[in-house]
């Protein structure tokens, strides 16, 4: 292919590219993605030389002048698009870039139109760049960078191809190799792909140690927040089940152990509720102190600090890639301790809860160590105990249409005695005696709970934690309500939790007045699945996962601090690696060492002579060192290797001509020169003194004057030896 | 060692220049706007673009440096030159990388430290391979034109730069004065000249002077064999004595700087002269200021009388009352043949002539003004 046809097809591939990643990227109307592809497929269709479409493009009723002033309509269509239309700079930019693109793509003649379409691609992908972060972007980055260097290469080898002066010697040959020049070949397909790779090489090494001078918490956000519920501070009952269908990513926990110890998940603790008005509870314990950072900038939250002995807890070390919620909260593993983070600063309400100060447009992550509280046996067979007026006032409260509730709480109880026995009788009813179904439209219902324990027994794991936590109460047990996910799938291939919508739960937290606030669920594993079932699709969509966290916390999320943790390790790594380089240096060199310290011996307690001995090897050691520098005979060995490419068909065929003339019996003397055994063939053989003499010196101009014979001289060449050989010799 | 010191300098600090484009400068504009985007809102992904134009960058640098490297330049150039007279000079570029090629080559000719676009591209130089191009050279002064060497340039990969640099090939080229028809009237104001000054007798030479009839003790290596056979009588050739057809022809070259174009001109009429009377079979001798050739006559000779004009150089006059300078005329008497002076300044009260006086032993030629 030439390198123009070459040229234009790279053009209209940058383009193509840009306009897919702002077609995804941007959400464009679909009359304008439409237009912008057909452009574009009307393009590449010319450009292959498509005839029924070249002849409508030369019959375009549009003059130069008829498309500027589209431009110009484009621009003022920008105007009203930003004021009436999107209402915002960034898609009525967006909009009118796309205008211009098409424009340009109609008009692509001269070198200056593929200029600007290059500008208008390149804001494309940076808009592109500014709408998204998802994984789709590196393939789209990657194909725009190869289309980049292709584009860049070709335009300007296509530069100024009419002034080229290349003489040679026959036209044939002169046609020919300019012919060769300015088409695509395979080398030139690899020199350009490798170019490419080389670029993307050098662009990651740029990346990732060019300075982040802004490393601000909250990177503009990109599009709206998810949307999730049963975080806020008043959730009606049946809120979650909505969400249980959506299978988007929430967040992504990775355990300081690396594997979880635990089969049935883990849970992370959102927000705690006290109130049930029997159909919405509220956390009226919802009031927010912020939290004091200790040395190491932590945040520690003290209210966590259990009853039981800190000793006896188990602790969970996670780190958190949270996704833009709509909410403020904090999610982690029940209770939480410390959070560390890139935050300005951390909440945290009577129950536990931790929030940020409001919620954030953008992934963010951080570190928390939790810490559960363990059942003590003082709790295992001890009576409800007496709490104080405002314990019980919240974590007591019952609305007032319970009696039901009640009656069923105490046959489930009353034959226990201890408090725990009393909570686990509870749980294991709710566990065994309902049915779990997403299908339960009891929010509707005037009573809700009553409908899940009496009628339907059919509800989702908020029914059954309301069920619980109201059953408790009624048993003079302190309880609440808890939401937040239950992270059940593990992704081997990142080993992390992978957590999604479709993970919200709600479970119970009981207190026991020696070990605290323990977590209970009475919720049984759902049998129901989201998606498709096969394991195999499953792996993948974890794989893919995995891809896509990479990218995130390596390109998206990649800050300042990331810098200064890979320099630290650099240098840790590095004074080790020194240390063990200088180690093995010291074995390598121990025994050589030792012989010059065996010699610098031997010359102080010897005498004159055998220090001139030292001396003058030394000295022989340093003119040889000297004469391989100076003289360079690996440079020599390799120039002659390396002129022998383009001179070897010569001196091949000068061999020849020796050989033959040698069985002729003119054998040529190794001191005779060329030019002088030309003198003494001709002496010799008169017939052959031409042929001989057209030979030599196109060898000598080969071998000595560095000017290589052309095609046609070499031919000619042949010929002589031809005649030569077919000479006969008197 | 001491004697590749310098060239080991040169090889170290070779010179190296590089100059951005016009795509160039838009495309570190472009780059420069990614980056202050990028600095601003902090997101990677401009970060991730504006490392990609930094590496493009990069690359570019590298690769031309690559493509600049290990080339070697031979320049075959004629022995001489003529002022305005277009002469072919060849160049022959070689890749001496084992492995990578070279791309869009662009060579100056680098002459007194300025470099001379001569519109000389090399599209594509494969690894190993030598490429022949030719250009037309044309000289604008007379004397040594100095060639310091190859300047190459390469705007490869990507078209943002312009990579530069210097291979050192020094060439010396004489330059000779620019040589014109010699106008008739003055043509016929030398040859007046000199049939006036000189006498036609016999003597050795070359051109013929008589044919007479044989006779004893004649050289039998005269005998015109063509009459001889035309009337059946040996006749014989007499040649005219060459002493007759001998010239001295002296350019002085005091002459002031305002002079300085009409010196030049003068040069370039005595280069005229001299040809014209080297062709006619003259026996030349040629005073520039105070060098002097001997007398001569042939191509040889010719090229060095050309020589001698191509490189005298105009001195200028010491006072005002200075005069042009001896008249050598003694000399030129004592070994005959006649005198052509071309002068560019006669003296002080010389204010602004048109054109260099030429004399013909001592007289004035009618014409001379626009002689060539």
Known sequence: MPFDQALRFASIWLASTSFIGLALGAGLPEWLAALTGAALIVAFLRNRGHKSVERLARFSPISPAGWNLLVIVGFLGFWVDMLWVSGELLPAGIHFLMILMIIKLFNLKLRRDYLHLYAISLVAILASGSLTTDLWYLPIFLLYLLAGVWTLLLFQLTKHPEETQVLTMSGTVRSQASASVHLVTPQFFWLANGLAFATFGLTLAIFFTVPRVSAGFYQKGVGENMRTSGFSETVNLGEIGPIKRDPSVVMRVELADGSPNKADGLYLRGVAFDQYDGKAWTNRLGYRRSVNEDGTGAFVLLGNRSAAPARLGETIRQNILLEPLDTPVLFAAPFIERVSGKFPSVQSDLTGSAYLPFPSSSRIEYSVLSRSNPVLPADLSSEPSLYPESFTRHFLQIPVQSERIAILAKEVTHTQRATFDKVHAIQSFLAHNFHYSLDAPLAELNHPLEEFLFSRKTGYCEHYATAMVMMLRTVGIPARLVTGFLATEWNEYGNYYLVRQQDAHAWVEVYLPHSGWITMDPTPPSLESVGSNSPAWHALGRMMDTVRLQWSRFFVQYSAADQLAVVRELKAGGTSARNKALDSMGTLFNPFMAMVGGIKEYVFNGTISSLAEVLGLALIGLAFFLWLGIKRPWAKAMAGKKTTRDQQPIVQLYGRMIGHLARKGISKPASSPPLEFVRLTQERWRDAGSAVGSITELYCRARFGQISPTRAELSLAEGHLRYLMALHKP | ?372
């Open chain 2, 1 to 372: 060692m001491l004697r590749q010191f310098p060239s080991l300098l040169r090889q170290l600090f070779r010179h190296r220049s590089t100059r951005v484009t016009s795509e160039g400068v838009q495309f570190l504009l472009f780059t420069l706007a990614i980056g202050i985007a990028a600095i601003n809102t902090g997101n990677n992904l401009f970060y991730l673009l504006l490392a990609m134009m930094l590496s493009l960058v990069l690359i570019s640098g590298i690769v031309a440096e690559h493509s600049l490297r290990r080339l070697e330049f031979h320049r075959h150039l004629p022995d001489h030159l003529m002022v305005n007279e277009p002469t072919t000079a060849t160049l022959v570029a070689k890749n001496r990388k084992s492995q990578l090629p070279s791309f869009s080559l662009k060579l100056f000719d680098v002459s007194d430290g300025r470099e001379v676009d001569r519109g000389l591209e090399i599209p594509q130089l494969l690894p190993g391979t030598s490429r022949l191009v030719s250009y037309s050279l044309v000289a604008t002064r007379r004397g040594r034109l100095q060639l310091d060497g190859i300047c190459v340039g390469t705007e490869f990969p990507f078209g943002l730069f312009m990579k530069r640099t210097f291979y050192q090939i020094e060439d010396t080229v004489i330059v000779w004065p620019e040589i014109k028809p010699i106008d008739e009237r003055l043509l016929q104001g030398l040859l007046t000249a000199g049939s006036e000054q000189s006498v036609h007798r016999r003597g050795h030479g070359n051109d013929l002077y008589n044919l007479r009839l044989y006779q004893a003790g004649d050289d039998s290596r005269n005998i015109h064999w063509p009459t001889t056979a035309r009337t059946s009588q040996l006749t014989v050739r007499e040649t005219e004595a060459e002493e007759q057809r001998r010239a001295t022809v002296y350019l002085p070259t005091v002459a002031p700087v305002s002079h300085d174009a009409l010196f030049e001109q003068a040069v370039s009429v005595t280069a005229s002269i001299i040809r014209h009377l080297a062709h006619r079979g003259y026996i030349l001798q040629l005073v520039v200021g105070s060098s002097r050739s001997s007398f001569g006559q042939g191509d040889l000779h010719l090229l060095e009388l050309l020589r001698m004009l191509a490189v005298c150089e105009r001195h200028s006059p010491h006072g005002e009352s200075a005069v042009p300078g001896d008249q050598p005329g003694d000399l030129f008497e004592v070994q005959g043949g006649t005198m052509i002076a071309v002068q560019s300044w006669r003296g002080p009260w010389d204010i602004e002539p048109q054109h260099p006086t030429i004399m013909v032993d001592g007289a004035v030629i009618g014409g001379a003004s626009d002689a060539v």
